[in-house]
């Protein structure tokens, strides 16, 4: 299976307990019970003591695009990234969509639900299962994501291997702090 980022996923494995494979400062997204709501949320990896002492208001700026790509065969894939910067870590944090994509559940849920969400969690893991912090913030991408659950849902269906082939080459092309400025100020 593969997660959003496009990583292997092995087949079973919970999000947090995969998150905690990675190494610090990486992020994926979920879909978690936030607000009495089942929300989409980030769930970063860093370390108890970066995130622990943080105050409440705590500032993260978000941004989310869109990056068409044309692959060998007339295959087009449209990986969508959505970004948070971290000020107190100065991280970014990139998750990527993939609307034909099988998370543990279709992924045009995903879109549909940040379409609706009024809040974006940002949840941070160490090691274990619960969180070490959760931020939530106001989801000022709401019309970007319906947007685009409008215009995906018309392209023709593209395969997990293309999406990862297409992201790759984005990710090549853009370094996180050029991705950023490409995306520009949004919220």
Not at 89 to 116: C, I, Q, V
């Amino acid at each position: 299976m593969e997660e959003p980022n496009g990583e292997t996923w092995p087949e079973g494995l919970e999000p947090v307990a995969y998150l905690e494979q990675l190494e610090y400062g990486i992020s994926l997204w979920d879909m978690v019970q936030a607000n009495g709501e089942q929300e989409v949320a980030v769930l970063a990896h860093e370390t108890t003591d970066d995130v622990l002492g943080l105050p409440e208001d705590t500032i993260t700026e978000w941004r989310a695009g869109s990056f068409r790509q044309a692959l060998p065969g007339e295959v087009r894939v449209v990986p969508v990234v959505l970004m948070a910067y971290f000020y107190p870590l100065k991280t970014y944090y990139a998750p990527w969509l993939n609307f034909y994509g099988n998370h543990y559940w279709p992924e045009k849920k995903a879109f549909e639900t940040l379409a609706k969400q009024k809040y974006l969690p940002l949840i941070f893991y160490d090691s274990g299962p619960l969180p070490v912090r959760e931020f939530f913030y106001p989801n000022n991408l709401r019309g970007f994501f319906s947007s685009q659950s409008q215009l995906l849902k018309f392209l023709p269906e593209w395969t997990v291997s293309d999406f990862n082939q297409a992201k790759e080459q984005i990710e090549d092309q853009y370094s996180p702090y050029r991705m950023w400025h490409v995306l520009g100020k949004q919220t």
